[in-house]
T-cell receptor
Framework: AQKITQTQPGMFVQEKEAVTLDCTYDTSDPSYGLFWYKQPSSGEMIFLIYQGSYDQQNATEGRYSLNFQKARKSANLVISASQLGDSAMYFCAYHRGGSARQLTFGSGTQLTVLP | EAGVTQFPSHSVIEKGQTVTLRCDPISGHDNLYWYRRVMGKEIKFLLHFVKESKQDESGMPNNRFLAERTGGTYSTLKVQPAELEDSGVYFC????????????????FGPGTRLTVL
């Protein structure tokens, strides 16, 4: 079974600075996908970014980028120019290819952006 | 376009009672998933519907949980009888069917139902 590890239960960052949230995964699947979701205090899960295991380039979506290191099995989320509204819980999730489409989640990182 | 909606947002019941959670996926999404997060633990997969059929229910914890998806539209998750350890947040998500050959499968989540069993 896949295991997703987020080793940072809590992180603090100063407004306008960049922050990296760590995610490592353990899998023997030949192909897979990695997602990051944001969960603000209101509770909804917001999709941020996706990286496929065969993608040649690191994924980017606005201020979010994914530092994908396949050999190290890591998929760290980088948020540039942090904003107060970025304060939230962030989850890394794994998705196996084929018909098994459920997500396997890490334990999450609570990010707090300081003014 | 409306997102995934869940009802109720909160539910407080006593041990032994029955609770039914409802999820309305995004219109046109054939895939519907249930997840839950119990206090202090990871979000865990419960089951996956494709239209009205259960594709994978390997995450259902026991037979006190029953999920249905009427006509491939909304889904309900019934817990009967509820136990203390069932407390947590239950999320529903939906996604389009891009075919097994397509890998990318973004799931859109609802706001969750917070269930408290006393």
């Amino acid at each position: 079974a896949q295991k997703i590890t987020q080793t940072q239960p809590g992180m603090f960052v100063q407004e306008k600075e960049a922050v990296t949230l760590d995610c490592t995964y353990d899998t023997s699947d030949p192909s897979y996908g990695l997602f990051w979701y944001k969960q603000p205090s209101s509770g909804e899960m917001i999709f941020l970014i996706y990286q496929g295991s065969y993608d040649q380039q690191n994924a980017t979506e606005g201020r979010y980028s994914l530092n994908f290191q396949k050999a190290r099995k890591s998929a760290n989320l980088v948020i540039s120019a942090s904003q107060l509204g970025d304060s939230a819980m962030y989850f890394c999730a794994y998705h196996r290819g084929g018909s098994a489409r459920q997500l396997t989640f890490g334990s999450g990182t609570q990010l707090t952006v300081l003014p | 376009e409306a997102g995934v909606t869940q009802f109720p947002s909160h539910s407080v019941i006593e041990k032994g009672q029955t609770v039914t959670l409802r999820c309305d996926p995004i219109s046109g999404h054939d895939n519907l998933y249930w997840y839950r997060r119990v206090m202090g633990k990871e979000i865990k997969f419960l089951l996956h519907f494709v239209k009205e059929s259960k594709q994978d229910e390997s995450g259902m914890p026991n037979n006190r949980f029953l999920a249905e998806r009427t006509g491939g539209t909304y889904s309900t998750l019934k817990v009967q009888p509820a136990e203390l350890e069932d407390s947590g947040v239950y999320f529903c998500a939906s996604s389009q069917d891009r075919g097994t050959g397509s890998f990318y499968n973004e799931q859109f989540f609802g706001p969750g139902t917070r269930l408290t069993v006393l």
